[in-house]
């Protein structure tokens, strides 16, 4: 009798523990962040949405690490009577935190909401942050970052160097404080970048023998070069083709990037300016990219499609056209480019 006993008592004792270490699991998801980034997410309450509904929100805008922690901080707090808005959140905050701003409907109505479309240059960033009054225009596009800073061995990160090379400003929807400081700017868009760089991505980078910034910078020709996402693989086949057999890449984006013009096809003049930037003039990639390329360009550019053509065209009211051969596309061109 004294044996069962004894195993009752350690069975409890085992699961006395085993609550303890739970409950101290959760209470450690509940007050503690899920990062110590400011980078500001906006968060959409609708009238009507359940707690469940509230809580998977916050989890997919990845504000919280689950859902359940959420609906366990609410039920112990007794709080039913969550609002509806638009509201503001950063992963630095807790979800006791979180809970406050719902309850009491405090919508942050002071960031300033900038959308940074795929494919901007700093110089359009430059001109979007100008047009909402954050800086004065030139302001984010002189600015000097400060010298150039490898990353640690096996690490992820890539700041800008003092050249403020495009590729590394993250495209993305931002909410900056009215008196956010165009370092403060150029921060939070260079870290969005190095958040959105996995871990997985730079192993396929390295196993294929290349480097992080060369990547980008075909990312960007093919961010600029693409009417969709579904053919960007494909267009980095085909310059990466290019490439491999040390052929020009004659990329119009680039000559459009030295000129600013935006032309669909440039001048042939325009393809004889001097510059580095000028695919048509040399071989290989241009200094730097072109442009900050979105998470669909990089991952083409990291995973391009394998396959034999080297040259594509964009009919106006046609799919994209691929060729293998030089005779190929001219035949192509005249058909479709009239």
Known sequence: MRKIIIIVLAIVGILILLGAIAGFYVLYQIKTPVSKSEYAQEVVIEKGDSIKIIGRKLE???????????????WLKNEKNLQAGEYI??????????????????????????????????KQIDE???????????????????????????????????????????????????????????????????????????SEINRQGKMLHDVIVVASIVQQESTSSEEMAKIAGAFYNRLNIGMALQSDATINYIT????????????????????YKYKGLPPTP????????????????????????????????FSKTLEEHNINKAKWLK
């Open 60 to 74: 997919k805008a990845e504000l919280i690490r689950g859902s359940f922690y959420f609906e366990i901080y609410v």
């Open 89 to 122: 959140f950063r992963p630095s905050m807790p979800i006791s935190e979180i809970v406050e701003s719902l309850a009491g409907g405090k919508i942050n109505r002071d960031d300033i909401k900038i959308t940074i479309p795929e494919g901007f240059s700093v």
């Open 128 to 202: 979007r942050l100008a047009q909402a009054g954050l800086i004065n225009l030139g302001e984010f596009y002189n600015f000097d970052v400060g010298p150039f800073v490898p990353p640690p061995p096996g690490g992820q990160e890539y700041h800008l160097p003092m050249s403020k090379e495009e590729g590394f400003l993250f495209p993305d929807t931002y909410f900056f404080k009215k008196d956010a400081s165009v370092q403060d700017i150029f921060k939070k868009m260079n870290d969005n970048f190095n958040g959105k760089i996995t871990n997985e991505m730079l």
């Open 260 to 279: 600013g013009k935006g032309m669909r096809q440039p001048l042939l003049e325009d393809t004889k300016i001097d510059s580095p930037y000028n695919t």
């Open 290 to 321: 072109i442009c900050n390329p979105g998470i669909d360009a990089i991952k083409a550019a990291i995973w391009p499609e394998q396959h034999d053509y080297f040259y594509f065209l964009h009919p106006l009211n046609a799919p994209t056209i």
